[in-house]
């Protein structure tokens, strides 16, 4: 069986020790570490051979929301059997029981958390990071289903969490962690545990009023993480004394008598070397998952090719069958053309033939007008003599007729125009 954990954590160098080493019984530890811590956080988690450490940033500070799907994405992706979603300061275990066996034996998907709130006790030594933490505060408030709130402080049942899941079961958390987006099957058994919110008041001084300057807006106005925005170091303090006489919490008490059936070292190292077998197995599986991813990329873009070439082809025939549609109207274009060229050949032809015609006729008007012109020419020249001799006649007769008077030179000059035009001797006569 393979557990895990996972958590969020922003300067916790001062937790994290005893966080890491009431965990290191588990597989791992997926930390999502903000990027905005600067007390050795990240040192501490690098030294770690069981965590995973993811680098995140949450814009605005301490937003429960965006913690919340930073976790229930991570939780998505883990590849264990159960899984722990822990805050720093929660230290859980089953009463009397492995975890391992525990949890082998459950049927559902959720088993619930309940978290006693401690302090230190007057007779508590300073805490010390090298010892087991659970044993070194057993002092508290016994009441774990206490319904009362107090001032800068949340009531003891909020504290009872469903935060040991099987990640298969997809779950979502609701911000906080102290519930479930939808209802699952959950143990009637529970975990037991000890929340170190108030544990020793330097700790408590040291996270509370940091955790005070970085609550985001969107918290304030949904009344999340309400219990530390008017926390004070006074008040932290003042706490912290009324708490000084609290009864041993014998839960508690009982796991630092070892009467709990928790790991020992030799099997915190057969657990470690089990899971150091399980990651290789499974770093395989993720080599192969890869390639497996790769070649599914692969084919994916391929399969995306095909049907952009596809796509391709499809355009083509398309604008194949416009060009086949426009050679066929073009083909029935130019057959009209070269009917009508026909029809302007045969048109020419008759054109041809009538200027053929024409010109056959021209031809023989020529040839008539040269017989004329002959003919005229003939006669110009048979004329010639008779009109000389009657020119000669005339000019005799205007002579005779001159000293005869005015009436007869008029009748003479008429003759002679008559004779010299061509008019004849009948006519003269006649005159």
């Known amino acids: 069986m393979k557990i895990a954990a996972v958590t969020m954590v922003y300067n916790e160098a001062l937790l994290l020790p005893y966080f890491l080493r009431h965990y290191e019984y588990l597989d791992e530890i997926h930390v999502l570490h903000e990027t905005d811590s600067n007390d050795g956080t990240s040192e501490i988690l690098e030294g770690a051979s069981n965590v995973i450490i993811y680098r995140v940033h949450i814009e605005g500070g301490l937003d429960d929301i965006d913690k919340v799907n930073l976790i229930n994405e991570t939780l998505h992706g883990m590849q264990a059997d159960w899984v722990y979603v822990l805050d720093c300061d929660e230290f859980i275990f089953p009463l009397h029981e492995s975890p391992h066996s525990f949890l082998a034996r459950q049927e559902c998907d ?257 040839n008539t007008v040269a017989d004329r012109d002959a003919r005229i020419a003939e006669l110009n020249q048979a004329m010639s003599p008779v009109i000389r001799s009657a020119a000669r006649r005339a000019q005799r007769l205007l002579d005779w007729m001159l000293p005869v008077g005015s009436r007869r030179r008029s009748f003479a000059q008429r003759a002679y125009s008559l004779v010299t035009s061509g008019g004849g001797r009948s006519r003269v006569r006649a005159s």
């Open 110 to 366: 959720v088993v619930r958390a309940a978290m006693f709130q401690v302090y230190r006790h007057r007779s508590d030594s300073d805490l010390d990071p090298s010892l087991p933490p659970v044993p070194q505060r057993v002092h508290g408030d016994a009441d774990v289903f206490s319904t009362a709130e107090g001032e800068n402080r949340c009531s003891n049942a909020l504290y009872i969490k469903p935060i040991v899941v099987k990640p298969s079961a997809e779950i979502e958390f609701r911000p906080g962690n102290h519930s479930l987006s939808s209802t699952r099957e959950t143990s009637p058994e529970f975990f037991l545990g000890a929340h170190w919110a108030m544990a020793d008041p330097e700790v408590a001084i040291n996270r509370r009023l940091k955790n005070r300057s970085r609550i985001s807006g969107r918290n304030r106005t949904l009344r999340m993480t309400w219990q530390h925005w008017n926390v004070t170091e006074e008040w932290i303090r003042q706490e912290c004394e009324q708490h000084l006489d609290d009864p041993v919490i014998e839960e508690l008490r009982s796991f630092g008598d070892g009467h709990m059936a928790h790991p020992t070292d030799t099997e915190v190292r057969q657990l470690r070397e089990r899971g150091a077998l399980l990651r290789s197995l499974e770093e395989n599986l993720k080599v192969r998952n890869s390639e497996i991813r790769a070649l599914k990329n692969a084919v994916t873009a391929k399969d995306s090719r095909i049907r952009e070439l596809e796509s391709t082809v499809t355009h083509r025939d398309a604008h194949l069958k416009v060009l086949e549609n426009t050679v066929a109207d073009k083909d029935a274009h130019i057959g009209v053309l070269q009917k009508t060229v026909a029809d302007r050949d045969a048109h020419i032809g008759v054109l041809q033939k009538t200027v053929a015609d024409r010109d056959a006729h021209i031809g023989v008007l020529q």
